[in-house]
Structures are given as C-alpha cells and as structure tokens.
C-alpha cells in the first residue's frame, strides 16, 4: 500500500528491478537493534526467516549478542546505541553483493547501510518503526536528553532524505517521516516468528482469569494504570514478562500484591507459554507506534487489550480480535466489563485472533517480495 500524498512519487517510476524473479534479487539489512530484544529487532529477524528463502540472498547485519562498543541510552540502561565493527560488517556486505540496503533504525548501523548503499549505487529504504523523538520527551528534558534528540531527528533525516522509500506500519506515521524528508511512504504489515504460527495452539479458557501484559517495563507502557488494575481486581492473576528502566518499581508492587507477578524478559518461547497460560493480554502504552506483541498473542488465539493510539487499530481484519483501551478509560473498569462476556464470545474471538494474525503474517511477507523487488537496483559487478 502507497501513501497516496502529493509528497509520493509514482511508483512506475521507480528505478528498482520489478520484472527480475525474486529469487534474483539479494538483500542487507543494517539493524541497530539485539535479536528479539525490541520489536524493530524481532521485526525483522520474523521477517527473514519467511522472506530469505523467496530472494537469492538475505543477511542481517546487526550487533553479536557479545557487544564490544556500546552506550546506553539516556532514561534506560537496557537499551544502547552500539557501534558497528566495520571490519566485520563491510567484508560481509561485499560477499553478499546486495541489490537492495534496508537501514531499521537511526543509529550507526543503519547509516552504515547508507553510506555503502550509496557507494554501491543499489536501492535504499529504510524502516520507520519508532518516533524516537517523540519518546525522548517523556524521558527528561536535561542537556543529555535534548542532545539525544538532535541526535535521532538529524540521523532520521539523512536516512529518510535519501531513501526511495520509507515503510511504515503505522499510517499515522506518514506526515511524520514525509516531514523529516521522505520522498515517499510505503505501508508495511508485520510478520510473525514462526513458532507463534506453528507450535500447537492451547485453546482458550472462555472466561478471564490471567492477564498478561508483555514489553518493556518503562514509562511510555503506562505501567502505573495496569498496577490500579491489579489493586480493583484481586480476583485475576497479572503477569508482567519484560525488563526495562522500571523493572524495580515493578517487583515492589509484586512484593504487595500476591495477585502481581514478574518473569523478568523473555525469549520468544519462553513468551509463547507465557501467552498460552494467559486469557488477555493488554497494551495500555502512551505510545504505540504497532503493537507487535498483540499481534503475536492473537495468533496463539488470545485476544488483546489495547490502548487506542497504537497502530494495529488501523488493520480493518484485526478488529474482531481486539478490545480497544480509549484514553478516558481504566483497564479495571475495561477488564470488569469484559470478563462478564460469555463462554461463546471468548472462543469467538480466539478463533478469529488466529485467523486473523495469520493472515496479516502471509501478506505481509508477499508484501515484502514485491518491495524487495520495486526498490532493487542492478549492480555492475552481476
């Protein structure tokens, strides 16, 4: 899907190697992002392993699990800028010989990817997964935090100016990264680990007794508004899964509540029993740029709660398995409401949070063969 702005260019215009197979066409993609650590890192390490056997080639290059050179970034320890080992990295992109550099966020991988996708004269996107700016504000307002502002709005820029295309999952996202420089926007859909799909399903309970909530533990999650719901509901079970700069205000109130349970962060099977032994799940966040983690619950059939501002709202086909968390509104207050449904209705809407996840999951990889195949560009050296 193209963002139909007068800021669009056409897309038969594009320069890439629409009439060449798939199967041709080899990809690099530079991620500042660990593997499974956040969901641009788990985005596209789902992503590879559906999308790598349609192409000729796919490599991520990303950081080793072993980081060697890393800052963290300011209001949370567990999150770093991680500079990239150029004599592992370039040697890498030259034996691959990509056609197409997929840069996923604004540090210095994702200029790397740039800089060498320009020296080869191949095509250039780059995934727009994060308003960073805009979570840089609720952080702090000090010197640190304002530099660490400048620093992700000027890397957005030159990574949005000079790529044919900018993806979002998101479509509240295109006046943001067309701001900043974008020549044009493609939506993008989400992809699924393909554990999430395959491992056999639990079936639903058909009432509410667990709650999971799944992510970061840090402010823009809007934690505090899950703890109101575990004081007005001592009858439900809650689970925190996740790490992040609150994770000791977190075990505190575990210490209080019995009903309030932490499993610190999770790999992703360790997620899915997770997922599998919960009702719900919920995503009260500030800010939500998609959702991922609901997506995922959906296709292992457990509905989700969650907050109105975040992307996946804005996918007609995943609206059956969704309740949606206005802003006026306390996740007790939702939670009482919802757990008086029906049997029926509970395993109604499980049946159609699988369907309806595994279909955006097969889309979206179809999708990401055409964009593979739109934004490449030859090489001299093929």
């Not at 320890?77 to 997929?102: E, G």
């Not at 995934?127 to 000027?154: D, I, S, V």
């Not at 799940?281 to 989700?304: D, N, Q, W």
Request: glycine residues 8%.
């Amino acid at each position: 899907m193209t963002d139909s702005s007068d800021n669009s260019t056409d897309p038969n215009s594009s320069p890439g190697l629409e009439l060449v197979e798939a199967n041709g066409l080899r990809v690099a993609i530079f991620s500042d992002s660990m593997p499974e650590r956040n969901g641009a890192g788990a985005y596209y390490n789902d992503l590879a392993v559906q999308l790598a056997p349609k192409l000729g080639g796919l490599e991520l290059l990303q950081p080793p699990l072993r980081k060697r050179f890393a800052l963290p970034l300011p209001g949370d320890k567990t999150q770093k800028l991680i500079f990239p080992n150029l004599f592992r990295l370039i040697p890498a992109f030259n034996r691959l010989k990509p056609h197409l550099v997929i840069a996923v966020t604004p540090g210095p991988f994702g200029m790397l990817g740039l800089y060498l996708a320009k020296r080869a004269k191949i095509g250039f996107i780059t995934g727009f997964h994060t308003h960073f700016e805009g979570l840089m504000q609720m952080y702090g307002n000090n010197l640190f935090f304002k530099t660490a502002f400048w620093y992700m709005e000027f890397v957005n820029k030159i990574l949005c100016r000079y790529s044919d295309t900018v993806l979002i999952n998101n479509k509240d996202l295109a006046e943001t990264v067309l701001a900043l420089g974008a020549p044009k926007v493609d939506i993008m859909g989400t992809p699924l680990a393909l554990n999430f799909i395959e491992d056999p399903l639990v079936p639903h309970s058909g009432g509410l007794n667990r709650v999971l909530f799944a992510g970061r533990l840090a402010p823009e999650k809007n934690l505090p508004v899950v703890i109101e719901a575990v004081k007005a509901l001592p009858e439900i079970e809650f689970v925190l899964a996740g790490d992040g700069p609150l994770r000791k205000e977190m075990e505190a109130e575990a210490e209080r509540y019995p009903n309030l349970g932490l499993t610190g962060w999770l790999d992703r099977e360790g997620l899915i029993k997770e997922v599998d032994a919960s009702d719900l799940l919920i995503l009260p966040s500030h800010m939500e740029t998609f959702g991922t983690v609901a997506l995922e619950a959906m296709a292992r059939g457990k509905p989700a709660l969650v907050a109105a501002n975040a992307g996946i709202h804005t996918w007609p086909t995943l609206k059956e398995a969704l309740f949606v968390l206005n802003e006026d509104q306390s996740i007790a207050g939702v939670l009482n409401e919802i757990r008086q449904l029906p049997s029926e209705t509970w395993l109604g809407k499980s049946k159609a949070a699988t369907e309806a996840a595994r279909n955006l999951n097969n889309e979206t990889i179809e999708q990401w063969v055409g964009f593979v195949q739109q934004y490449s560009r030859p090489r001299k050296d093929d």
